[in-house]
């Protein structure tokens, strides 16, 4: 079974400039997260989808943060503009729904200069 | 608020056991798991408590108590690959998952 796919793997932007996430959850799942981990920190999570409708975007930075799940299936997340603080991991996670254990992607190491 | 504590970091000895606590103050209470995270790797899953108990997998075992908002993963026969942050977290009554911040293990030969 293939597991949860991201890319790109690494990036690497100047503050102010935007950037863009992908994620490709297990097929089947209907439940998408995308988490921000800060090295030393537990994830901390941006946005949940349930199929293709948005179940939690509290904690998403919405004046520079979007994300996006065409279709209940993929899923992209964006940031625009950068700031130094958004250098972090972006981790994307799936599972079968809610209440079922989380898959992780390899995640997504963004270093704003 | 919404808190989960582990210790930051433990060092044990290559073929020891070690006890990793978590405890945990939440808006109600759904399950709790542990996840395993290698530097610079996404988190794979370890075990996943609901009820009251030890479960024991392989060199791995996970005990839940629901009365005292606490866990511990149990790891016996330590080997270096072990070394990794080890990372509890609590579903809540909105079946939301809180993250505690990871406990990074040591493993010294």
């Known amino acids: 079974e293939a597991g949860v796919a991201q890319s790109p793997r690494y990036k690497i932007i100047e503050k102010r400039q935007s950037v863009a996430f992908w994620c490709n959850p297990i097929?089947?799942?209907?439940?998408l997260y995308w988490y921000q981990q800060i090295l030393g920190q537990g994830p901390k999570l941006l946005i949940q989808?349930?199929?293709?409708?948005?179940?939690?975007d509290s904690q998403l930075p919405k004046d520079r943060f979007s994300a996006e799940r065409l279709k209940g299936v993929d899923s992209t997340l964006k940031i625009q503009p950068a700031k130094l603080e958004d250098s972090a991991v972006y981790l994307c996670?799936?599972?079968?729904?809610?209440?079922?254990?989380?898959?992780f992607g390899s995640g997504t190491q963004l270093s704003v200069l | 608020g919404q808190n989960i504590d582990q210790p930051t970091e433990m060092t044990a000895t290559e073929g020891a056991i070690v006890q990793i606590n978590c405890t945990y103050q939440?808006?109600?209470?759904?399950?709790l798991f542990w996840y395993q995270q290698h530097a610079g790797e996404a988190p794979t899953f370890l075990s996943y408590?609901?009820l009251d108990g030890l479960e024991e997998k392989g060199r791995f075992s996970s005990f839940l108590s629901r009365s005292k908002g606490y866990s511990y993963l149990l790891l016996k026969e330590l080997q270096m690959k072990d070394s990794a942050s080890y990372l509890c977290?609590?579903?809540?009554?909105?079946?939301?998952?809180?993250w505690g911040a990871g406990t990074k293990l040591i493993i010294k030969p």
């Open positions: 996670a799936s599972s079968v729904s809610p209440n079922e254990k989380l898959f």
């Open positions: 097929s089947g799942h209907a439940t």
């Open positions: 989808f349930q199929n293709n409708g948005v179940v939690d």
């Open positions: 939440t808006s109600g209470f759904n399950g």
């Open positions: 408590n609901v």
């Open positions: 977290a609590v579903k809540d009554s909105n079946y939301q998952l809180i």
